[in-house]
């Protein structure tokens, strides 16, 4: 049976998806570098090792959020489940590197998304969790199949910049914010009855004048 390992080698942003999709480069290496594998149907759950990274005080003041008053974190900080991700390889020997599409949200109501935006600066430390299912000939050329074991896993720091570009490529100086419907509804209401005519000057009409909001 094959003995698989995974590597993520890089990560970049995809540039024309209907969504942001982060790529990452994953090869998958087989231990019999002359045994034919004639496909690999992986799938991947991703985590946010979040206690595997330093954070500046602003990080700290910006993830309030998420894990509440510094304070707290010895309690609070604690790696997260990112999302799933799958892939299929084509037939290869020895190895091959395949992109592993990621799909991400700029919906703040999304913890990830907060977690991301929240960081100045460094990079993002992940672990890939594989599972799936192998299917390769045996000695006599037989097709085989085998599921990937699941203690296959591949560490990887994500560069922060790479998530800050791909989501400057998809949604240049904006962000977005999902409301419920009953507020949005009160929202418009105020917006229509004022006669103000962008949503940025609404919610500037909301905000307390001379309030300065710390980036």
Not at 123 to 136: A, D, H, K, M, R
Request: aromatic share 12%; proline share 7%.
């Amino acid at each position: 049976m094959p003995d698989l390992s995974f590597q993520i080698e890089k990560a970049e942003a995809q540039r024309f998806a209907a969504a942001p999709t982060l790529l990452f480069k994953l090869r998958i290496s087989n231990e019999d570098p002359n045994q034919r594998i004639h496909t690999v149907a992986v799938r991947s759950q991703i985590q946010l090792e979040v206690t595997r990274r330093q954070y500046t005080a602003q990080d700290q003041q910006n993830l309030r959020d998420l894990f509440d008053e510094p304070n707290r974190w010895s309690q609070t900080l604690k790696n997260m489940l990112w999302t799933h991700a799958s892939v299929v390889a084509p037939a290869f020997e020895n190895s091959i590197v395949v992109d592993l599409p990621v799909p991400c949200t700029f919906d703040f109501n999304v913890a990830a998304t907060k977690y991301f935006h929240g960081l100045t600066e460094g990079e993002v430390p992940l672990n890939f969790l594989f599972s799936g299912t192998v299917f390769y000939g045996n000695e006599e050329g037989v097709l085989q199949v085998a599921p990937i074991p699941w203690d296959k896993e591949a560490r990887f720091r994500l560069p922060l910049k790479a998530w800050t570009e791909m989501m400057d490529i998809y949604y240049p100086n904006s962000a977005w914010l999902c409301l419920r419907r009953d507020v949005f509804e009160r929202l418009y209401q105020y917006k229509v009855q004022r006669g103000i005519p962008t949503w940025e000057q609404t919610l500037e009409n909301l905000l307390p004048v001379g309030e300065e909001v710390k980036a």
